[in-house]
């Protein structure tokens, strides 16, 4: 019999880590592309040459220009059109961001939610009760998924905005969110979707999903560094998005230092201050590979080393508690057991770098780039672990 070969694994030498470790926590941070170490020194190149008019040439280029570019790159990863993604530093502002867009003083001041969302976006969101939001969390059953059904249920006429997440952190569930959006859209409410845990391993369409706003960063799937995370606007919402949390960036024209605030045309009236330079430089190398290998062909592959790593889990009499049906899982399997949260520290000693969050177990992501033979080989190590 002919040995296949996977196309894939020619990506491995862009990611000198590989070479070194067993790395399988790609859902926290993906590995690092060789040539972050070029995108980093081009940016210092442009500092230690042309000092402070690198924000801006005379030719419209520069580094303003360049964040621009890389909102662009970063959004024709999820078919955003051109102008409607901007950069910030992380979620937890974006979030607030959005959040300061809405006067909750109305009627429609509620904010409807699920309790399996990462711990930023829900801090953020409690604490707008200040600001007269009527906060509703609907809970898990089973602490992996949250019903749809049930989400739907609690979104009325009063909603104001429901902040979700494509895949959840701790589980690893793939959100149904077309219905989602679709209900909020019937009783007038909008949808802010978290794609941090999806981008670059799971297909993202904007404009076939219909969201209105859309949030996430680089240090995972997509592998780039951290402090550059995106929003998306829905084009025909940016004339009407007038959010109090704004900056100099924001501004149609930032550079004249205008006192009355006209806002940008496009998304990046979304901006606050300094946009995040230095750390764009460093994200735009893994956006350019996901884009080259295909997030569809990634996808394919996570299901398969997912489903090897969890039908493997469970003979070794391991707790699983991520969804077992491919098309509710995202691209990580989390493994539990007796010891497991000590186990994180042992597993990372001997090469393997993964991670242990509660009520979730050991999170294992194989991406792109890793191999059956590391998923065994991790699985191996943990028999080891739990039988002591």
């Not at 926290?28 to 170490?37: E, N, Q």
Request: glycine content about 8%.
């Amino acid at each position: 019999m002919t040995k296949t070969t996977d196309p894939l694994m020619k990506w491995r030498e862009e990611f000198p880590i590989l070479a070194r470790k067993t790395y399988l926590i790609n859902n926290s941070l993906g590995a690092m592309p060789r040539k972050v170490y070029e995108g980093l020194k081009h940016f210092a190149d442009m500092w230690n040459t042309d000092g402070v008019t690198a924000w801006h040439y005379p030719d419209g280029s520069g580094w303003l220009h360049d964040c621009e570019l890389t909102a662009d790159l970063i959004g024709s990863v999820f078919n955003a059109p051109k102008g409607s993604v901007m950069l910030h530093l992380n979620v937890a502002t974006l979030t607030a961001q959005v959040l300061s867009s809405i006067d909750f003083r109305g009627k429609r001041n509620g904010i409807v939610y699920d309790d399996m969302q990462f711990t930023s976006p829900h801090y953020v969101t409690q604490e707008w009760a200040r600001y007269g939001a009527k906060v509703k969390m609907v809970k898990s059953d089973d602490g992996i998924g949250v019903d749809v059904q049930k989400l739907c249920d609690a979104i009325d006429e009063t909603t104001a905005i429901v902040p979700i997440s494509h895949v959840y952190f701790r589980s690893s569930y793939l959100q149904d969110v077309k219905p989602i959006i679709e209900k909020a859209h019937k009783v007038g409410a909008k949808v802010l979707l978290d794609a941090y845990q999806s981008l670059g391993t799971v297909p993202i369409d904007v404009k076939a999903l219909n969201v209105d706003y859309l949030v996430g960063g680089s240090v995972k799937w997509v592998c780039g560094g951290p402090n550059v995370c995106y929003l998306y606007i829905r084009p025909d919402l940016i004339k009407d998005y007038k959010p109090v949390l704004t900056g100099w960036i924001s501004h149609a024209r930032p550079f004249k230092f205008e006192m009355e605030f006209e806002p940008a045309p496009n998304a990046w009236r979304a901006s606050t201050g300094t946009p995040p330079v230095v750390a764009l430089y460093s994200c735009r190398p893994g956006y350019e590979i996901i884009k080259q290998v295909g997030v569809d062909k990634i996808r394919e592959k996570s299901q398969r080393l997912t489903a090897h790593l969890m039908d493997k889990a469970l003979e070794a009499g391991f707790k699983v508690n991520s969804p077992r049906d491919p098309a509710r899982r995202g691209g990580t399997v989390c493994i539990d057991f007796p010891g497991s949260e000590q186990a994180e520290a042992k597993l990372i000693e001997r090469g393997f770098v993964i991670d242990y969050r509660p009520r979730g177990g050991i999170r294992v992501s194989p991406h792109f780039y890793n191999t059956t033979d590391e998923c065994d080989a991790i699985l191996a190590e943990m028999k080891k672990l739990a039988n002591k």
